[in-house]
């Protein structure tokens, strides 16, 4: 079984300064805030708004003397607090999660934000992400730094992870010697998507595969087997 959130999420640095505004327990914050997440709230008012209609439940299991933060505290806390060591523990609790359930498929794939400031490498805010397709979840995420790629990014991400009895897809940027060595040494199993400018990995590829290299997407097809264990299109991941 999972740890509890409150365990998960014990050691996490807090950023605040300790004076005597500061009312909630960082636990706290971050309990209520994930929880109020995984129910469908989408922003800080509909996150308060989550903890007051849960009070009495995490009063009794978070203790919270001072009830539910509002949703500038949650806010600030967020604004400051490592986006890495919150990360880095969610994500090992979702692998913990979707390990009692029998994780198998694991999808890495980018996507922009196109609404963000731009200011990153693809003109916008850019997010990696390990979705478990089974369980429907997203296990972690990583943002591509400034002048960065999602190339260095998949390493970091796929890092925080238990890959053990998973199979892991990934698209062109994740076809990386280093990257699929890694997802092995970490106990899991991967499929990659092969452009036709990797003539070393296509020709192989298209050997094994039911299918063949095609002129207009110069990438190798699916093996037939992976199709199945993944239910991966053909044409990509």
Sequence with gaps: ??????????DVPD??????NKLH?????????????????????????????????????????NGVPSHDTFERVFAKLDPGAFADRF???????????GLVHIAVDGKSARACA??????????VSAWAVQNRLILGQRSVPDGGHEITTVPDLLAAL???????????AGCQKATVEQIHKQGGEYVVRV?????????????????????????ATWPARWAQVTGARRSGT
């Excluded at 079984?1 to 999420?9: D, E, I, S, Y």
């Excluded at 731009?118 to 997010?127: E, N, V």
């Excluded at 238990?162 to 062109?172: F, H, S």
């Excluded at 452009?195 to 207009?216: D, F, L």
């Design 1 to 10: 079984m999972p740890l509890a959130l409150t365990t998960v999420f014990a």
């Design 118 to 127: 731009k200011d990153t490498f693809t003109g916008c805010l850019h997010l």
């Design 195 to 219: 452009k036709g400018n990797r003539r070393g990995c296509t020709r192989p590829s298209a050997r094994c595969s039911t299918g063949r290299v095609t002129r207009s997407s110069r990438s």
């Design 15 to 20: 950023p605040r300064i300790e004076t005597a």
């Design 25 to 65: 327990p960082l636990t706290g914050v971050l309990v209520i805030a994930t929880c109020a997440v995984i129910a469908g709230a989408d922003g800080w008012d509909e996150i308060a708004e989550y903890g007051r209609t849960k009070e009495p439940l995490f009063r009794r299991f978070l203790g919270a003397p």
């Design 91 to 101: 994500g090992r609790w979702m692998a913990e999660l979707c390990e009692s359930t």
């Design 162 to 172: 238990d890959l053990r009895g998973a199979v892991v897809t990934l698209d062109a």
